[in-house]
């Protein structure tokens, strides 16, 4: 027995082998129930954070749509995995796949794509202003500077949203937990708390939240 029947033996046991069997099952019931609990869980702290926040989304949609009108740009950024849903947001924007959006789209970027950027600020400068720097050079009044961080902690987050709010741009933070110091912070315009201490919940409710405010969006632009 060798590679991974040798880790996990009960998962390839034969159903004659009454005590392998029986850890198995037991095995994929506690998998079953896990995977339930989550779904359970991550369905309500949806439904939560798009209730109490409803008010809220339209109005953050309303700016953005403003801008949008106006020829402004969007411009995304976030660490990890919250790097990749800063460019869905960015891809969804700019090359919308929902009935109510326009076929051109907006002019949107994400500023996690880039790097060449962010390794040439990371090493030369510091990995604090990757984002801040590139807002500093391409961003304008009107623009929409949308940031996402599960801990709201994150220091190169909360600076560029200090270097957009001096640009004149509309700001939209997406955070977790209490919001930490995006929450404290007083240049973002419109700020979305997903109320839970697990990353995995905090970024698929995330994920739920700019999806209804490209939904809103577009429906406002349409």
Request: proline content about 3%; aromatic content about 8%.
């Amino acid at each position: 027995m060798s590679g991974i029947e040798a880790l996990y033996p009960f998962l390839f046991s034969s159903d004659d082998d009454d005590d392998g069997a029986a850890v198995r099952d037991r095995v994929f019931e506690e998998v079953r129930r896990s995977t339930r609990d989550k779904a359970a869980e991550i369905g309500a702290l949806r439904e939560q954070v798009l209730t109490d926040q409803a008010d809220a989304l339209v109005v953050c949609a309303a700016a953005m749509a403003r801008s949008f009108a106006a020829g402004g740009r969007l411009f995304t950024f976030g660490n990890g995995g919250s790097s990749t849903d800063a460019q869905a947001v960015a891809t969804m924007f700019a090359a919308p796949e929902l009935a109510d959006a326009p076929a051109s789209g907006f002019p949107a970027t994400a500023l996690t794509a880039d790097v060449a950027v962010l390794t040439a600020l990371s090493n030369d400068v510091s990995f604090e202003v990757v984002f801040a720097r590139p807002l500093a050079a391409a961003g304008r009044r009107g623009d929409v500077a949308l940031g996402l961080s599960t801990s709201g902690n994150s220091a190169n987050v909360v600076r560029a949203f200090a270097e957009a709010r001096r640009l004149g741009m509309v700001t939209i933070g997406l955070a977790g937990y209490d919001g930490g110091r995006m929450a404290e912070s007083d240049t973002i315009d419109h700020l979305f708390v997903v109320p839970s201490a697990s990353v995995h919940r905090i970024q698929e409710a995330q994920t739920t939240v700019y999806q209804v405010l490209g939904e809103l969006v577009f429906r406002a632009l349409a």
